[in-house]
């Protein structure tokens, strides 16, 4: 296996010496991480989402110039997920319109065993960019910023999912990995798999939680069908339950349960534990009762 240098910066930035860097899903997960991360450095970052200026939506092609302006690198995490319908269209459409802006750098944000996620992959390797492709195994931060808050606040998790170990990844370590890959040399034509260091099961990641906060949070697996109606119930519209039922049942059937080392390959430390996250998210108070 080709080992990396750590991504220590160098200050080498070959791609985004003359431009800006366009950040999509900006105020994300991942994005925000990532914008931070440039900042600090002061790189010119641009933000895109829907809600920064000039705004992006991926379903208006007439927002995609205005935020491409000046940009040759882009940081690509789509929304909702590239395993939805019509993320591949859009992902060969919005590779071509950066192109044609003089775009020269692309890192693409997937998912790991993704189909879907891997034609959008094929149309970045296609365009003729510097690309790396983040194959992200489930983020640590989807227990505390994304659609299980809730119902681990609520003190009772009811997942469609079962014994499968997942290698939970924390967003801190692809930010880093993502920002390596923006401004330094050595990454283009990269496939990078970023895992936690140990996978582990959704029941284990809720008692983790549950010991962190000292507060009774339940595990309970049930069926795809009693999953999909408990999120009819809570009027989660029908293409988002798509989504889910489709990660919990096809990608979460262990196909993603081995850990990779990636991580650690291009940022020369271990991959960040779901305990570490676990415990700092509790004290920082994202799962105090209100
Ligand atoms: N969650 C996981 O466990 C996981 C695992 C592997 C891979 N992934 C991949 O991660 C990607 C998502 O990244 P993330 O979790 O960092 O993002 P995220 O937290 O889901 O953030 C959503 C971002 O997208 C923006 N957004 C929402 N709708 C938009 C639209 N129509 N047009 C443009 N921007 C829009 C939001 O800002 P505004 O609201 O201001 O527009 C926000 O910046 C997905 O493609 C998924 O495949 C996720």
Known sequence: MVRLKPAVFTGTMTANTHGKILVLGGTGKTGSRVVRRLEARGLPVRVGSRSAEPPFDWEDQSTWAPALRDVTSVYVAYYPDLA????????????????????????????????????????????????????AAWFAQNFGESFLVEPVLAGEVALPVGDVGEPFVDAEDIADVAVAALTEDGHAGQLYELTGPRSLTFADAIGEIATATGRPIRFVPVSVDEYA?????????????????????????????????????????PARDVSAYVRAAAEAGIWAAE
Do not use: K
């Open 84 to 135: 939805s319908p019509g993320a591949s269209p859009t992902i060969r459409s919005f590779t071509q319109a950066a192109v044609d802006s003089g775009v020269r750098r692309m890192v693409l944000l997937a998912g790991r065993g993704e189909e879907e996620a891997e034609a959008c992959e094929q149309h970045v390797r296609d365009s003729g960019v510097e690309w790396t492709i983040l194959r």
């Open 229 to 269: 109606a408990a999120l009819t119930q809570h009027g989660v519209p029908p293409e988002y339950i798509q989504l889910l039922t489709y990660l919990f049942t096809t990608v979460l059937d262990g196909r993603n349960t081995h850990v990779v080392n990636d991580v650690e390959r291009v940022l020369g430390r």
